[in-house]
């Protein structure tokens, strides 16, 4: 009897303890699902590249990579200065800044002036100097001899009575004319309308035996330069050392000649030229 009651209380008390762990996993809700956070890949880091003055640098100056430093910017601080893209300088020799430029500051392109551009002339031109177009005989221009930078000397040969100005006038009566150098050493900012030209101005008026220099000179000399080339044939030449002043008149040239004189005989008259 006693063996029949515990084995029934140990049959009820399994029961139980089954019945508790059913019941327990059916009243534990199932675990939520884990979900991985994908994270979002980090921008690249941009950078700009500009360039800054090392010391001040002087308007009309040509720079080199000597005069600046290289710096890279990130994009925020490159928008503050409006800089959207890598900066490029021309460093060429005939590239010169168009505004003074302070140690540690920016240079950016839009600082730079290249010939044609418009001002460039005014950048190339010394205090207190101006420029002046000189219209020129070419018969006597080599190529490529005289070009931009150079000084020339300005040879003038000139008539009482005849205007000499246009190239192609003949001269009839040569008394009094004579040919002396005119102006020294005067720099040349231009010549002609060749691409190849440092500077070429919108003068283009070479035709046929005539071509344009543009020359650096100072005020004073514009009146005597605008009579010149109304009046006289002027040639340009590089500057040279003479051993004496290269003033010529006709008899050095012609010699003996005296101009024309008048016979007049008893009867009659007559016209000899004295050219011997």
Do not use: C
């Not at 219209?135 to 008539?159: C, E, K, R, W």
């Not at 009566?173 to 005067?186: G, P, R, S, T």
């Amino acid at each position: 009897m006693n063996s029949k009651i515990l084995f029934f209380v140990a049959f009820i008390a399994v029961f139980a303890g089954l019945f508790g762990i059913a019941n327990n996993y059916l009243t534990t809700p199932p675990p939520a699902p884990t979900t991985t956070k994908q994270t979002e890949p980090e921008k690249p880091t941009v950078t700009y590249t500009v360039w800054r003055a090392k010391d001040a640098l002087d308007k009309g100056q040509a720079i080199s990579p000597n005069d600046v430093y290289r710096e890279l910017i990130n994009e925020k601080q490159a928008h503050t200065f409006g800089v959207n893209k890598d900066i490029t300088l021309d460093f060429a020799a005939t590239t010169l800044l168009n505004t003074t430029i302070q140690s540690g500051e920016l240079v950016m392109p839009e600082n730079q002036s290249t010939p044609n551009q418009a001002g460039y002339l005014t950048l190339i031109t010394h205090d207190g100097m101006t420029l002046y177009p000189l219209t020129v005989n070419s018969n006597n221009l080599i190529n490529h001899y005289i070009q931009p930078g150079d000084f020339i000397d300005i040879m003038a040969i000139s008539s009482p009575k005849t205007n000499l100005s246009n190239a192609t006038t003949q001269i009839s009566d040569f008394n009094k004319v004579q040919a002396n150098l005119f102006m020294k050493h005067v720099r040349v900012l231009s010549i002609g309308n060749g691409s190849d030209d440092q500077v070429n101005p919108e003068v283009n008026n070479t035709q046929g035996m005539q071509t344009t220099v543009v020359i650096e000179v100072t005020p004073d000399d514009l009146a005597k330069l605008s009579l010149a080339q109304r009046t006289m044939y002027l040639e340009i030449y590089r500057s040279q050392h003479y051993r004496k002043n290269p003033d010529i008149q006709i008899n050095d040239v012609i010699h003996g000649y005296n101009g024309v004189t008048e016979l007049r005989g008893s009867g009659s008259s007559s016209m000899s030229v004295g050219m011997m």
